[in-house]
T-cell receptor, first 114, second 114 residues
């Protein structure tokens, strides 16, 4: 069975601090995809990144970076120099190769204070 | 390209009624998935449609049903509403075939059952 655990329920930081959101997953599939989505108060899930199980390269996109480690089944997300606009709930998700039935973690609510 | 659109954005119904929610996918996307989001259960997969056929289904009672039209637009129906059906219902679309795919979400329909 597939499972995603986001142990951090809520995180509060002050603007310009770096923050890391943890994600641990479980799956028996050899081919799978990992995702991060952002959900602002408006409710829409905004896609941030997709990673397949064969690509363990870390990725950096502006202030965002992702660290994928198969050895520890983790796919962590770091925001550098956080901004108030980063305040949202962040979800980590896992799917098999079909990418239809995605399993989401419980989400981490990030609050960035000015 | 326009994103995924969902109508209506808000709905208030009473127990026992039925409701129909609509989702228009991103142009060119042939797969539509539906998710239910509640504070207690988080994000849960309902079902996925591709080319007017249900390809996958989550663990929800038969009161939850859906369909997809030839233009890829999808509707979701919930009959005999219960208080526990109050949730944010999110629709997501993706291309639906090929190796690389990502679900893009709409803003959701917030359903309140009184």
């Amino acid at each position: 069975a597939q499972k995603v655990t986001q142990a951090q329920t809520e995180i509060s930081v002050v603007e310009k601090e770096d923050v890391t959101l943890d994600c641990v997953y479980e799956t028996r599939d050899t081919t799978y995809y990992l995702f991060w989505y952002k959900q602002p108060p408006s409710g829409e899930l905004v896609f941030l990144i997709r990673r397949n199980s064969f690509d363990e390269q870390n990725e950096i996109s502006g202030r965002y970076s992702w660290n994928f480690q198969k050895s520890t089944s983790s796919f962590n997300f770091t925001i550098t120099a956080s901004q108030v606009v980063d305040s949202a709930v962040y979800f980590c998700a896992l799917s098999d190769y079909r990418v239809d039935d995605m399993r989401f973690g419980a989400g981490t609510r990030l609050t960035v204070k000015p | 390209k326009a994103g995924v659109t969902q109508t209506p954005r808000y709905l208030i119904k009473t127990r026992g009624q039925q409701v129909t929610l609509s989702c228009s996918p991103i142009s060119g996307h042939r797969s539509v998935s539906w998710y239910q989001q509640t504070p207690g259960q988080g994000l849960q997969f309902l079902f996925e449609y591709f080319s007017e056929t249900q390809r996958n289904k989550g663990n929800f009672p038969g009161r939850f049903s859906g369909r997809q039209f030839s233009n890829s637009r999808s509707e979701m129906n919930v009959s005999t509403l219960e208080l526990g059906d109050s949730a944010l219902y999110l629709c997501a679309s993706k291309v639906g075939q090929g190796d690389v795919d990502t679900q893009y979400f709409g803003p959701g329909t917030r359903l309140t059952v009184l």
